[in-house]
């Protein structure tokens, strides 16, 4: 079977769009560095080897692409050997013996609290306030902020398709709560099936969308790299904060399949409680503590 046909019957198995179109531009991406590698016969199904990816994936690490880039095709790469072994396209995983990409996390970097409030000050459009509602209150990735429907909005909670397919929910923080009963009210034809926010064709917000209507937010109040995550790191950040939480609890509203990637929020609140400590005025200038503290 053609290599190309394989990617092209294999993404349609993927539920979620974002997935999907990041399948096929690894499969692809890979596709035409076989064909440079092996010329006319690269378009095959069993050029997809073990020797192959790993090549590929050494090739990678040589133009200095970043581990998180080479993790994520080397998780296409096993999705799609497992789905050509159960299709009988190939009669082993080739990538099933490949050792993993060890990843090295990134600190997540939430708005600072002067820089939360200017962009909460900015005076938007109700459909644009609801959607910075969203993000900072519910702590949505864009494309399932983007994607909201009517009947995902519920009296106490908000579900929505997280990171894989799956369906996750989170309590409506009540100032959110206010705001988007309004917008739906006012704004739509509260039939489940409609998109909150939609363009004038009635799609939802992909994106992109989200990214530039967010990075104009951060022009506009003077903040940079005003990207969607932001805004996610924020409600991690500030959930992990709040008096009586615990791990579970933010791994639960963050929608984390992991708790690891919920426990790196930790140490940016230990930064943070390390900024306030470096702050205290007895500390100014002295190396010894103040008298009567021993």
């Known amino acids: ?18 997935t999907r179109a990041a399948y096929r531009s690894d499969l692809r991406q890979f596709l035409k560095w076989l064909s440079g590698r092996s010329g006319a016969g690269a ?16 090739e990678l690490r040589g133009r200095s692409r970043a581990d998180s880039t080479r993790h994520r095709k080397l998780a296409c790469f096993r999705q799609f050997g497992k789905w050509a072994v159960d299709e009988r396209l190939l009669t082993s995983d080739p990538v099933a013996s490949v050792k993993g990409i060890p990843r090295r996390r990134r600190l997540p970097r939430p708005f600072s609290l002067d820089e939360a409030n200017r962009i909460m000050a900015l005076p938007l459009n109700s459909t644009e306030n ?4 969203v993000l900072f209150f519910a702590g949505l990735r864009a494309t399932p902020a983007g994607s909201l429907k009517v009947k995902q909005i519920h009296p106490d909670r908000l579900t929505y398709i997280a990171k894989g397919g799956h369906e996750r929910s989170v ?19 509260m039939k489940g099936e409609t998109f ?5 064709y009635g799609r939802p917000f992909s994106r992109r969308k989200v990214e530039q209507l967010t990075k104009a937010w951060g022009q506009a109040a003077g903040v940079p ?11 991690g950040t500030e959930l992990l904060k709040a008096e009586g939480s615990n791990l579970r609890q933010v791994q639960e509203a963050m929608g984390h399949a992991d708790i690891s990637s919920t426990a790196i929020y930790t140490q940016v609140v230990q930064t943070d409680l390390a900024k306030t400590i470096a702050k205290l005025p007895f500390g100014q200038g002295h190396n010894n503590p103040p008298r009567g503290s021993q």
């Not at 378009?43 to 090549?55: G, L, M, P």
């Not at 309590?171 to 034809?189: N, Q, V």
């Not at 790299?225 to 409600?235: A, D, G, K, L, T």
């Open 171 to 189: 309590p409506l923080f009540p100032g959110l709560k206010d705001i988007l009963w309004d917008y739906l009210a006012s704004h739509t034809d």
């Open 130 to 133: 609801a959607l910075r509602s």
């Open 43 to 58: 378009d095959s199904i069993t050029k997809f080897t073990k020797d192959n990816v790993v090549a590929y994936l050494d």
């Open 196 to 200: 909150i926010f939609r363009n004038s």
């Open 1 to 18: 079977m053609r290599f190309s046909d394989a990617v092209d019957d294999f993404v349609q198995t993927c539920r979620s769009t974002q």
């Open 225 to 235: 790299h005003c990207i969607p995550h932001r805004f996610r790191h924020s409600f």
